[in-house]
């Protein structure tokens, strides 16, 4: 008889989703044959009896008969009459033991990268939540999204459209989305778009990428502010460039420190409305320094406007673009902020130079953006509901912003002293109490808690320790069940 792991895991892969189209004897003639091939049942060993097999899977046993023919017609057990069935001898030198040895065998070797891909893996990419608990940041109320509004939009467009919005898009996006765009960064923003002058993509994250690899050369150096949004870093890093880190204050980059610099860079990166992680937003005097050292050294300026749309002190500061008369500035933004993550609708409004050349580089990438989904939002914000959607959910985020702040000032003020931000999605928080950074983290996961460690953030991993945390995405109720939580987690590592 089997041991009764070996049973679990026969039973473990009839039970897989994947394998429930196939006959039941078809699994179950597969899942022994997996055994056989991994070597948990080696040559010569004992199959159990069909009957005895039967009773304990539940089934007929007609049906053990069925998957042990199939076996033995592969050759890869061996029936004799009046003994039973046995894992055929010659199994381990079989084309397919060999092949499933080989593939094992391959999977534990370090794979055979270029530096570029060995760069990317190791960075491990960024990895989002598919279901996000506090106090994951960046992450959206989306449970008050008016769907059934979407969703008759979507339904307009449809019927509308017919059949050519089931097709291949334009690589630069559909214009009435671009258009949309653009009016709505020129009057929100304080641009200087065009239609003309808008790429649609998949997310900001795509656009960085764009920018690495289309805009500098591996060895090129790119300013980056200190800390920093680590999924630009790591997609400058993988793209082979030397990141050198320009320390932030409360009034954003230290433009004077780049603009002395004896070695100069191809680029800068930057998040100047509300800079990731501090929320320090960049003074206009250095944003006037940063377009004149661009235009004087012919750099680019990548600016990431990833969720300007939440300020909650007064307007926010119009975009470095808006003030470039150089055409020196590549912005970046994204929907999935502003209204939900599984939308994958992002956007840059390029330099006019620049917009042949990243519209064919993005077809390399993914070729084009769904063209239903971005109808649909087109037809969103031209309708006005995007902005009604935005300043609906504004003043439900800073509400959820002063809750957590008074959350944290009352029960975690002997670990954490707040920073609250004048916009955003998530609220820095610094550790004053005698407590690793990695441990506070690595206990708030313990009981259920997300945090997102600062000094990560930035280039030396020796900044400022503390965490984020986001609260945008999460309920009052929720934000003090999660504190309280957190507070206890807290109170165990301290005690150790």
């Known amino acids: 008889m089997f041991k009764h792991s070996q049973l679990e895991s026969v039973k473990a892969w009839l039970a897989l989703p994947a394998h429930a189209e196939l006959p039941l004897h078809a699994r179950i003639q597969r899942a022994l044959r997996q055994l056989i091939l991994d070597g948990a049942i080696g040559p010569g060993k004992p199959l159990p009896a069909s009957r005895a097999l039967a009773n304990s899977l539940g089934v007929s046993r007609d049906t053990i008969e069925t998957a042990y023919a199939q076996l033995h017609a592969e050759g890869f057990i061996d029936r004799r009459v009046g003994s039973g069935s046995f894992v055929a001898e010659m199994t381990e030198f079989s084309p397919g033991h060999r092949l499933a040895h080989r593939s094992a065998v391959l999977r534990n070797q370090a794979p055979n990268l270029s530096r570029r891909g060995a760069a990317i893996f190791r960075s491990g990419g960024v990895r989002e939540q598919l279901s996000p608990r506090p106090f994951a940041p960046g992450v959206p109320e989306t449970r008050s999204f008016p769907l059934s509004l979407w969703q008759r939009l979507e339904r307009q467009v449809l019927k509308e459209t017919g059949t050519p919005a089931l097709l291949h898009g334009d690589p630069q996006g559909a214009e009435p ?108 005097d250095r944003r006037l320094s940063l377009i004149e050292w661009a235009a004087k050294h012919q750099a680019w300026i990548i600016e990431d406007d990833y969720d300007s749309e939440f300020h909650y002190a007064g307007k926010p500061m119009a975009c470095v673009q808006g003030l470039d008369q150089h055409d020196r500035t590549v912005y970046i933004g994204t ?55 935005v300043r609906a959910m504004r003043g439900v985020y800073a509400a959820r912003l002063e809750i957590l702040t008074d959350l944290v000032r009352t029960q975690l003020s002997a670990f954490v002293e707040p920073r609250a931000p004048i916009g955003g999605l998530q609220m820095p928080c610094v550790l004053t109490a005698d407590i690793p950074e990695r441990a506070a983290v690595d206990a708030a996961q313990r009981v259920g808690v997300e945090l997102l460690g600062l000094s990560a953030l930035h280039a030396s991993g020796h900044g400022e320790a503390g965490f984020l945390m986001g609260f945008a995405a999460y309920t009052p109720a929720e934000l003090e069940v999660a504190v309280k939580k957190l507070a206890g987690a807290l109170q165990t590592v301290k005690g150790t």
């Open 335 to 389: 929907f999935t902020k502003s209204l939900f993550p599984g939308l994958r609708v992002g956007y840059v409004v390029l330099p006019p130079q620049l917009v042949k050349p990243m519209t064919v580089a993005r077809t390399l990438q993914d070729g084009h953006t769904a063209p239903i989904a971005q109808l649909t939002l087109a037809r969103f914000m031209e309708g006005g509901h995007f902005g009604a959607h």
């Open 177 to 284: 989305l671009r258009r949309a765009i653009a009016d709505y960064v020129n009057l929100e923003r304080g641009a200087r778009a065009h239609a003309d002058r808008v790429l649609v993509l998949t997310s900001s994250q795509q656009a960085v990428a764009l920018c690495a690899t289309m805009l500098l050369d591996p060895g090129d150096r790119i300013f980056v502010e200190d800390p920093a949004y680590y999924g630009a870093r790591k997609a400058f890093d993988a793209a082979g460039l030397e990141c050198a880190p320009i320390r932030v204050d409360d009034q954003g980059i230290l433009v004077e420190r780049l603009v002395d610099d004896p070695r100069k860079a191809k680029a800068v990166f930057l998040t100047p409305s509300h800079q990731f992680p501090t929320g320090a937003t960049l003074a206009l």
